[in-house]
């Protein structure tokens, strides 16, 4: 990177931070409290958002044995942000199981130090590698969070009684007070034994089947382990997505189809889906490909997947959105100033739409 594109990513990453506090009406007493520990390490005020207690003097809560937290990734070191998210669980949860599913070595010294002493598994798997999926396309990774996700889960189920499991990337963080009870009463509210819970970021897509985020997934252990125990992407199958992007014409014509329903109302557009490249969508999407093998899993067939989508929604998850958990992406520093369609409810799969295809189901089968 030269000289000129660090000084812009470090003006962009500023003003996303001021963008933030913003947002957040967090106000300028905070904004100057961040910039004067920014760069300390082990620093626990980091990215505050509405109430620095929440960080510093949290309200403990007391759940036991039944419920767990998989953070499932590469550790980001920057800002220490892992590890001090891990820390800022464990002082609201003092005695849930917290587990840290990542790649051999990829964890500092004195990082693995300060997790053992918050009482965290780590968990340390092998790295899959990178999935090229060809030319000016972005690598995919999504046989390392499959096989990290399902170590972390896989533990749960062989050493613990954890009934319910939340999955969570390493560079997210979630500042909703008491997060975990919300999530337990939501799925009480709509009968969530058999559901998982998908929290909507910009990569739900109403428009492109089975394209729910992947980044936070809550509900029973097994159901989790469910979702993560599906076949690996195939060698065979990269070829596939490679020989298809790196046809120029085709390709483009998949992105125009694409791009034209990705927001639109999924019952809207069935008829244009149909006339896109199925297989090709389901194996490039990263989210759609483990949703809809999950789907598969769950006995959905694949010849009918298109019509049984809408019944799969609506009887099978369970769609929050990421400002009811006031989630932080440290990846991209998720806010508005980083992209308009961040923030746009109307542009993703949000709670409110999932809603209706919910109630809809409900009253057709009463």
């Not at 967090?26 to 920014?38: E, P, Q, R, T, V």
């Not at 790649?103 to 965290?120: F, S, Y």
């Not at 739409?353 to 109630?359: E, F, V």
Request: proline share 2%; aromatic share 14%.
């Amino acid at each position: 990177m030269n000289y000129k594109k660090r000084i812009l990513k470090k003006i962009d990453r500023l003003a996303t931070k001021l963008e933030c506090f913003d947002r957040h009406d967090y106000g300028m007493k905070g904004f100057l409290s961040y910039m004067m520990s920014d760069r300390k390490s082990n620093n626990l005020t980091i990215f505050r958002f509405n109430d620095e207690t929440i960080l510093r003097n949290p309200a403990k809560y007391y759940f036991g044995n039944k419920v767990a937290i998989v953070f499932q990734g590469p550790v980001v070191h920057e800002d220490n942000f892992t590890v001090d998210s891990i820390r800022m669980v464990r002082n609201i949860y003092p005695d849930i199981c917290i587990i840290l599913s990542t790649w051999k070595h990829g964890l500092l010294d004195d990082e693995k130090h300060v997790l053992e002493e918050v009482k965290c598994i780590i968990i340390e798997n092998e790295e899959w590698g990178d999935e090229f999926k060809g030319n000016g396309e972005k690598t995919g990774h999504l046989n390392n969070q499959l096989l990290s996700a399902r170590g972390g889960i896989k533990y749960l189920l062989n050493n613990t009684e954890v009934e319910y499991a939340l999955k969570i990337r390493t560079d997210l963080r979630l500042y909703k007070p008491n997060f975990i009870q919300y999530l337990l009463d939501v799925l009480k509210m709509y009968n969530g034994k058999e559901r998982l819970i998908s929290v909507a970021f910009s990569n739900s897509l109403p428009g492109v089947p089975f394209h729910l985020s992947d980044f936070v997934w809550f509900g029973k252990t097994e159901l989790l382990y469910q979702l993560y125990s599906i076949p690996l992407r195939t060698e065979d199958e990269l070829k596939y997505i490679v020989s298809y992007v790196n046809n120029t014409e085709e390709y483009l014509k998949y992105r125009e189809q694409i791009s034209k329903i990705m927001d639109k109302e999924f019952s809207d557009i069935k008829e244009d889906i149909k006339k896109i490249n199925l297989k090709f969508m389901l194996l490039y999407h990263e989210e759609s490909y483990i949703v809809y093998r999950y789907a598969l899993s769950r006995g959905y067939a694949s010849d009918d997947i298109l019509d049984q989508y809408p019944d799969f929604l609506a009887r099978e998850v369970i769609v929050l959105d990421d400002n009811d958990l006031m989630a932080f992406w440290k990846k991209s520093l998720y806010s508005a100033v980083q992209t308009d369609y961040s923030i746009k409810m109307e542009n993703r799969f949000s709670h409110a739409k999932w809603l209706h295809l919910y109630l809809k189901e409900k009253a057709f089968g009463e």
